[in-house]
């Protein structure tokens, strides 16, 4: 092994890429120009990557022309990934990279994983990819995000494991985790994938996601992508399986990251949406739950009314507070107050309601 290999495989195994040493070392070879174009249209060196008419009008030349530059540049730069030793480690690297995610992966997850989250090689590395023979690779589409994958990879077999996820998925028409889904698909198609191989390629999917409690489903629905304050709110909640203060949902929100720009929650406001909406009862001081759990609106009094009529029947107390506590969070002495106010005590601790 050569010390220039060692020192390579040595600087990789430290998580020290070099990718950007070795783009710059190959584009020595190009004229001054050349170099610059390259650079410029993959954001090499750390700088954002530019557009072919943007490079074309800082160089006054044509979109066309500077297409061809880089196409040049990127041949010699994968004979030099075919023959040289000093950049073979690169192709090895990038390859078992992709076979570890069963063949494909997204390009800004391909890229972060091969810099080790170094920003400043992610040019260099974009540069190798498009040059690598043994690597192809998939504009973004309705289908997938932006994926490269090896050679031998089939896409037709990603494709058919993808619409079925989904025909899964739609007929389940709720979120469900990776375990669940594995299973669905499994019992329904046969264990074409283990269960890693089955994840690693839905990773890639567009219409199908994941959300930020691991949860999958069709990337329209609100419980994937939450948009506004009551999404969001709706997904805390419903994830959390219990009524929670409009303070701690705030919280939440923001502890998930579903809030955008990463603008922090007013809890005001998440109270002032929340009370608005039939999907959310106001259980207690603040407290929220979901109406589909049983709750519902109302006082206390009307509560009562309501577990009265459907009982047709006088109740005892205790029942009474046992049936009004499944939907508020109040204090039992103010069920017991509302009770000798408002209703009509038949026997020792019984109540009906009083005729009007």
């Known amino acids: 092994m050569t010390d220039q290999k060692k020192k390579t495989e040595n600087f ?3 998580g020290v890429s070099l990718y950007g040493e070795a783009m710059n070392a190959f584009l020595e070879r190009l004229p001054e120009r050349s ?47 075919l023959h040289e030793e000093r950049f073979a480690i690169i192709s090895k690297t990038v390859e ?16 972060k ?4 989250g170094n920003k400043s090689e ?42 079925g996820t989904k025909e899964i998925l739609s007929n389940m028409k709720e979120t469900v985790s990776s375990e669940e889904l594995y299973a669905l698909f499994t019992k329904k198609y046969g264990k074409k994938f283990s269960y890693e191989h089955y994840l690693n390629f839905l990773k890639v999917a567009k219409d199908v996601k994941q959300n930020v409690f691991g949860r999958w489903g069709l990337s329209t629905w609100s419980d994937i992508k939450p948009r506004g304050t009551r999404e969001k709110a709706y997904l805390v909640l419903k ?10 949902i705030a919280r939440l929100i923001d502890e998930h990251g579903l809030h955008q720009k990463k603008r922090q929650s007013h809890p005001q406001t998440v109270h002032n949406e929340l009370i608005k909406d039939k999907r959310f009862v106001l259980v207690g001081r603040g407290i929220y739950a979901l109406s589909e ?6 006082t206390v009094k009307e509560v009562i009314e ?18 009004v506590l499944k939907v508020r969070q109040v204090k039992k002495s103010t069920i017991i107050i509302n009770l000798n106010t408002f209703f009509e005590r038949v026997a020792k601790n019984t109540y009906v309601s009083k005729k009007k």
């Not at 994983?113 to 080790?116: G, I, K, V, Y």
Request: proline letters at 2%; aromatic letters at 6%.
């Open 122 to 163: 992610a040019g260099a590395i974009l540069a190798f990819l498009e040059a690598l023979p043994t690597i192809l690779s998939e504009k973004l589409s309705s289908d997938h995000e932006k994926v490269y994958f090896l050679k031998d990879f089939s896409l037709e077999l990603w494709q058919d494991m993808k619409e």
């Open 96 to 111: 078992s990279t992709l076979a570890k995610k069963n063949g494909i992966m997204v390009s800004d997850e391909l890229v």
């Open 239 to 248: 994830t959390g399986g219990k009524p929670l203060h409009f303070r701690e």
């Open 306 to 323: 309501e577990i009265l009529a459907s009982a047709k029947k006088p109740l005892a107390r205790e029942e009474i507070l046992e049936q």
């Open 293 to 298: 759990w049983g709750y519902k609106k109302g």
């Open 35 to 81: 170099q610059a174009i390259v650079k410029a249209r993959f954001g090499i060196g750390g700088g954002k990557a530019k557009t072919l008419e943007e490079i074309g009008s800082l160089y006054s030349i044509t979109r066309e022309r500077v297409r061809q530059v880089i196409c040049s540049a990127l041949e010699q730069l994968k004979k030099a990934l």
């Open 113 to 116: 994983t091969l810099s080790h």
């Open 12 to 14: 990789l195994q430290e």
